[in-house]
Every structure is written in C-alpha cells, then in structure tokens.
C-alpha cells in the first residue's frame, strides 16, 4: 500500500458506456473525489496520458483505450490571505470582533473559494486560531451571507477553545435587528420549534415539531408600519438559519429574504430591498480570560437605514 505522501499510478481502461467522452469528462468520472478543473490541471501538466500520449482535455476516448494517471500527494487546503476591507469594532492580543458587511461570506466553501471575511481576517491580524477547518481558521461562529453585524474571531487556539465553549454553553448573548413582512399581534413573542433540512429543497431549512434539533427565538416589536415591522430578536440557539426559518413560520419572514420570503404584504410598497433585512445589533460574551463581560454593538449599516426612512415615510402617509 503507498502511503499517503506518495505519488500514485492509476490506470484506466475505457469501457464502452464511456466511448466518446471528452478525456477530462472520462477522468472526473473515474475520479469522482476530484472536480473536472483538477482532471483538465493534470491532462495539462502532463500526468494523465492516453494510449502513452499527450494529448488534450477534449480528446475524445474510445473502448479499449488505456488512461494512465500520476496522482502527487493530496495537497493540503491553505487559505490566502486577502486586502479586503471591514470595520472593527473591537481588537486585542486574542481577539477580534468585526461589524461584517451585507454581501460578505464568513470563510470559503462551495462556490465561494476565496475574498471571504476568513481572507480578509488573515490579511489583517497574520495569525488566527487553527481550531477547526484550516480554510476557517478563528472563526468560531457564522453569519449568512447577505445578514450584517456582530461576529468575533480568535486569533489563538486556546481564546478559541474558551470562546466556543460559552457558545455551547449559551452563555453569549446575541441581539438581532430585523425589517420583517406583517406586524406580529403580540408585541413580545417566543418562537418554539425543531430546524432540520427542508425535504423538498436541501438548501433550505423547515421547522418541524420534533425532527432536526430544538431552536427558540425571542422577539420584540420596536416599531409598526405600513405591511411591515421592524423587531428586535434574541435567538437562545444557534442553528443555521434559525431566525430567518423561525420568522417565516410565524408569517412574518425577513424582508428581501429570497429563501424564505412569502414577501406578499411588502409587494407594491415602491421599496427595493436591497438584501435581506437582517443584522447583528449586539453581541455579549465573557472576557476569556478575566471573566467580565464584553458588550458589542454593530451600528445599523446605511442600506438598513434608509429602509427603515422610506418605512417611517410611509407610515406618516394618511
């Protein structure tokens, strides 16, 4: 058996059912670990032949033909440390805590491989926690995408441990601020389900009565308008989606949310939501090393804003 950090030799014989495909298109089939950009990188480097030759990655193969393949050993992820900018709203020899902006991934992954906040945390500070994921180096806890706000990083590997620790333990508090469709009839409410992968679109997740893990949401209304409110959120658990998934179940999803928006009561108001209306207003958690308490707070960015203008406008309309 080869180790690991050996080169392996493969070798492939076409088989009728694959007569006629494109030589990358055979490769990423017989290597269905590997993508077709790797399959075309190793026919362009030279280490995949066919029949002893070189040829090109559009070659077509017939039956019988022999494919030989040079694999080097897997190479390890390595994140790039990327100039992007970001504010922060807090730093220390252990710690980072960021107002990240709509628009921005927390670390890479499908469809998204590089200019991610992780990128941009590894330009800044040189030197993150290696906990986890080596593409997700300090990151210790996510926002979606499109969501604005509060996130902290940790730059050493124990501030890490301790800080992951108070997630778990649900001893960081976390306050969110939300445009949403409708106006909830009770001015404080409590959101009570389980969240687990939607069946129908995997995507996506559906809360359920008792499938996938338990998430509760607390909310308050700060202000009415026009076919839409603007709340303050509490999640008391931290699963993926949960406020967006817990909203929409309750009728009342996040304005601009493409996933989960039934977004009718906000159609024909003249507003463009320029992304789902969602941010993390406050962030509270325990000095890693002290104990005390640390109290963040992300001011609401301008596009949230000037939504909550055109609401307030429409609210004074007779």
Do not use: W
């Not at 902006?101 to 926690?129: D, E, I, Q």
């Not at 108070?166 to 969110?176: C, D, P, T």
């Not at 009770?186 to 008792?210: C, F, L, P, Q, Y």
């Not at 700060?222 to 309750?250: D, K």
């Amino acid at each position: 058996m080869l180790s690991s950090s050996q080169p392996q030799n493969l070798v492939f014989v076409v088989p009728e059912s694959s007569s006629g495909f494109r030589l990358d298109k055979f490769l990423c089939d017989c290597l269905p670990e590997r993508s077709r950009a790797y399959a075309q990188k190793l026919i362009q480097k030279g280490f995949a032949t066919l029949n002893g030759q070189l040829v090109k990655a559009h070659h077509p193969v017939k039956v019988g033909d022999v494919v030989e393949v040079v694999l080097g050993p897997p190479e390890e992820p390595r994140l790039e440390a990327q100039d992007i900018p970001f504010e922060i709203l807090y730093e220390d020899e252990r710690l980072i805590v960021v107002n990240k902006p709509a628009g921005l991934v927390v670390h890479p992954g499908a469809g998204n491989p590089s200019h991610t906040l992780a990128n941009a945390l590894l330009a800044h500070c040189k030197k993150l926690s290696t906990v986890g994921h080596p593409l997700r180096p300090g990151i210790i806890h996510r926002l979606d995408k499109d969501t604005s706000g509060c996130i902290v990083a940790a730059k050493d590997d124990l501030t890490h441990e301790k800080l992951a620790s108070q997630f778990l333990a649900r001893q960081v508090h976390k306050e969110y601020r939300a445009i949403v469709a409708g106006t909830p009839a009770e001015e404080r409410g409590v959101v009570e389900t389980h969240i687990a992968r939607s069946g129908r679109d995997r995507k996506k997740m559906a809360a359920t009565a008792a499938e996938g893990k338990f998430a509760l949401t607390r909310y308050r209304v700060l202000e009415s308008f026009f076919h839409a409110s603007y709340l303050s959120i509490e999640p008391f658990t931290g699963r993926t989606h949960q406020i967006r998934v817990h909203l929409s179940h309750i009728g009342h999803p996040v304005a601009g949310d493409k996933q989960y928006s039934r977004g009718n009561r906000l159609r024909g108001l003249g507003i463009d939501f320029p992304r789902q209306m969602l941010h993390s207003y406050k962030l509270h958690l325990n000095d890693p090393d002290s104990s005390e308490r640390m109290r963040f707070t992300a001011p609401l960015p301008e596009d949230f804003l000037a939504v909550l203008k055109q609401l307030r406008g429409l609210k004074e309309k007779p």
